[in-house]
C-alpha cells in the first residue's frame, strides 16, 4: 500500500487557481499551469466553493445566435438548424426560447375544427398536416397519437333529459344482471310435505 502525501497549497498558489478560473480557464488547463494533477485542482477548487459553470456553447460562438435567428425566421425546421449549428433539438428550442424569438408556431390548445381538419388530413404526412395547421411536427404526431388513443369525446354536453335516460338504462342494466327469483316447481312441493 503506497502512501501519498499531498504537498500543502500556498496562498499563492491558491489565488493563482482563482485569478486563472475567473480568466475562464478549464481544470485541465489550470493544472498544467500550476503543475498539480487534475483531481487535486478539483478538490482545491471545491473547498475554496468555486463552482465549475461551464460556457454554453451559444455563449463562446454569438455568431450562432445570428444565424438561428435567420434559419427561424425563414422557417427552417428545428432538426435542421441542430445539424447546421451541431447542437440538438433540445438546444435549438430551448435558445428561441430565451432570445424570445418568434416562431409563428401556434402553442394553444386544439380545438375542435383543429382535430376534426387533422382527422380529415390521415391521407397527408405529419410534416404536411403540421405545415397546413401551423403546428410542428411533434405537435401534430403527438395530437394524431392522442386522438388514436382516447376515446371519442361528445362535442355537446349531455342534457338532463339524456343524463336521466342515461341514468335509468344503466338502472335497468344493473336489474337485469341481478338473480330472478325463481318460481317453485313440482319438485320444491315434494321436498317441502
Known amino acids: 500500500m503506497s502512501t501519498t502525501t499531498l504537498k ?4 499563492k498558489e491558491q489565488a493563482r487557481l482563482v485569478e ?53 425566421a425563414t422557417g427552417v425546421p428545428y ?11 433540445g438546444s435549438v428550442q430551448h435558445r428561441v426560447k430565451v432570445l424570445g424569438i418568434k416562431t409563428g408556431r401556434v402553442s394553444h390548445a386544439w380545438t375542435i375544427e383543429e382535430k376534426e381538419a387533422l382527422l380529415n388530413m390521415q391521407h397527408l404526412s405529419t410534416a404536411e ?3 397546413i395547421l401551423n403546428r410542428s411536427e411533434n405537435a401534430v404526431s403527438a395530437q394524431r397519437y392522442r386522438m388514436a388513443t382516447q376515446a371519442p369525446t361528445p362535442n355537446v354536453k349531455p342534457s338532463r333529459e339524456r343524463l336521466r335516460a342515461s341514468r335509468l338504462a344503466t338502472q335497468q342494466r344493473i336489474a337485469s344482471l341481478q338473480p ?11 321436498f317441502e310435505q
Do not use: C, H
Not at 478549464?26 to 477548487?45: C, F, N, T, V
Not at 330472478?180 to 315434494?190: M, S, T
Open 129 to 131: 398536416a403540421a405545415e
Open 20 to 72: 486563472l478560473y475567473n480568466q475562464g480557464l478549464d481544470d485541465m488547463q489550470i493544472a498544467e499551469r500550476l503543475g498539480k494533477s487534475l483531481a487535486a485542482i478539483k478538490r482545491k477548487r471545491v473547498r475554496l466553493g468555486i463552482r465549475r459553470v461551464p460556457k454554453s456553447i451559444w455563449e463562446e460562438n454569438p455568431e450562432m445566435d445570428a444565424t438561428l435567428q435567420k434559419m427561424v
Open 8 to 11: 500543502k497549497w500556498s496562498d
Open 79 to 89: 432538426e435542421e438548424i441542430a445539424k447546421k449549428l451541431g447542437v440538438g433539438i
Open 180 to 190: 330472478k327469483q325463481r318460481q317453485p316447481d313440482f319438485y320444491d312441493n315434494l
